[in-house]
T-cell receptor, first 114, second 114 residues
């Protein structure tokens, strides 16, 4: 069953802690993305990666970090420097060879800071 | 700069009536346009896309979208709404100098009343 998985579904963090959100895909897609979704604000791009060992900052990268050591995996770390991390986080992937291909999304991780 | 606008935060329609969710875009080069649907606490699901050719694109669940180049619009439509269509709808465009980036609208909440 092909697709994108995100874990955990719900995550609770104390202030000052770093947490890592997992994203895995078995679609053989080159590009992967992390978005943050807040109520009424749509999707905002945090980071994206077009190829292994390379990634670019999106619009709201401050307080976040990523790695892309394997094609299938693109974990996101929310650091203590992120001032307001409570949000719904979505991972996505797409084919890079043609720019008319859509993104596929994971089910999301809801992060709550206690 | 690439951008997408969804001018309505919310659209209300009665079941059985036609629905339209509006989207306008700004992109350099050829636009590749997408519609996604999101149910509560879920990831985004792809509905349909416009690449080239026929201005009326048909997608999943009976949805269609009309591309209008002169008005730079890509409105989502359905001839007869269902209560189960109630969800959050996002328009997106892919293109520009970094064709691996997607630009999303802020989303439109569709409410279909019985």
């Amino acid at each position: 069953d092909g697709g994108i998985t995100q874990s955990p579904k719900y995550l609770f963090r104390k202030e000052g802690q770093n947490v890592t959100l997992s994203c895995e895909q078995n679609l053989n897609h080159d590009a992967m993305y992390w978005y943050r979704q807040d109520p009424g604000q749509g999707l905002r791009l945090i980071y994206y990666s077009q190829i292994v060992n390379d990634f670019q900052k999106g619009d709201i990268a401050e307080g976040y970090s990523v790695s892309r050591e394997k094609k299938e995996s693109f974990p996101l770390t929310v650091t203590s420097a992120q001032k307001n991390p409570t949000a719904f986080y979505l991972c996505a992937s797409s084919i890079t060879s043609e720019n008319y291909n859509e993104q596929f999304f994971g089910p999301g991780t809801r992060l709550t800071v206690l | 700069a690439q951008s997408v606008a969804q001018p309505e935060d919310q659209v209300n329609v009665a079941e059985g009536n036609p629905l339209t969710v509006k989207c306008t875009y700004s992109v350099s080069g050829n636009p590749y346009l997408f519609w996604y649907v999101q149910y509560p606490n879920r990831g985004l699901q792809f509905l349909l896309k416009y690449i080239t050719g026929d201005n009326l694109v048909k997608g999943s669940y009976g949805f269609e979208a009309e591309f209008n180049k002169s008005q730079t619009s890509f409105h989502l439509k359905k001839p007869s709404a269902l209560v189960s269509d109630s969800a959050l709808y996002f328009c997106a465009v892919r293109g520009g100098w970094d064709f691996n980036k997607f630009y999303f609208g802020s989303g439109t909440k569709l409410n279909v009343k019985p």
